[in-house]
């Protein structure tokens, strides 16, 4: 063998590696910046109802239209509800007939009027014991409660009135 090519297979892998090593160290590219140009925003479509979609849906009615096209709720959430009046000086009464059951072998209904809310019981005075508060007005009796209909018979003078479950 000559002594050239033994200086070549001795140095050639070392020469090798070097060069790559060396190709690998070089300075890496930066990336240059351009100047930020200021965005403009799209203008916003026009706050008009959109015309129906191409494929067949009708857009929503928005919040503004729909608070339009309904009512406002009660004046007074906690006050008495409508129906159930018991005028000034006068006797008239609408109570309002929530539910029936039975407690042992007395029936009772329950019942909604302008003073309030309450279990109502067959008797003068509708109170199902002598403690407990007064729901109908004074002089109204409570006739008859019917289990099966869901109805109360009330009575003024001597004029029965009926009232069922709302």
Not at 51 to 56: H, T
């Amino acid at each position: 063998m000559t002594w050239w090519k033994q200086a070549a297979e001795r140095w050639f892998l070392p020469v090798v590696v070097l060069v790559s090593v060396a190709g690998c160290g070089g300075e890496t590219p930066t990336v240059t910046a351009l100047p930020s140009a200021p965005v403009q925003p799209s203008p916003l479509p026009e706050a008009s109802a959109p015309a129906a979609l191409a494929i067949g849906l009708t857009p929503l009615p928005s919040a503004e239209e729909v608070q339009q096209a309904t009512p406002g709720g009660r004046v007074d959430p906690f006050g008495p509800l409508s129906g159930a009046d018991v005028q000034e000086g006068t006797s008239v009464i609408t109570p309002i007939v929530t539910g029936v059951l039975m407690v042992g072998n007395q029936k009772r209904a329950m019942v909604t009027t302008a003073s309030g809310s309450g279990v109502i019981c067959v008797g003068a005075d509708g109170r199902c014991e002598d403690d407990a508060p007064l729901v109908l007005p004074t002089g109204w009796s409570v006739l008859s409660i019917d289990m099966v209909s869901g109805c109360i018979r009330l009575s003024l003078n001597d004029e029965p009135q009926d009232f069922c479950i709302a």
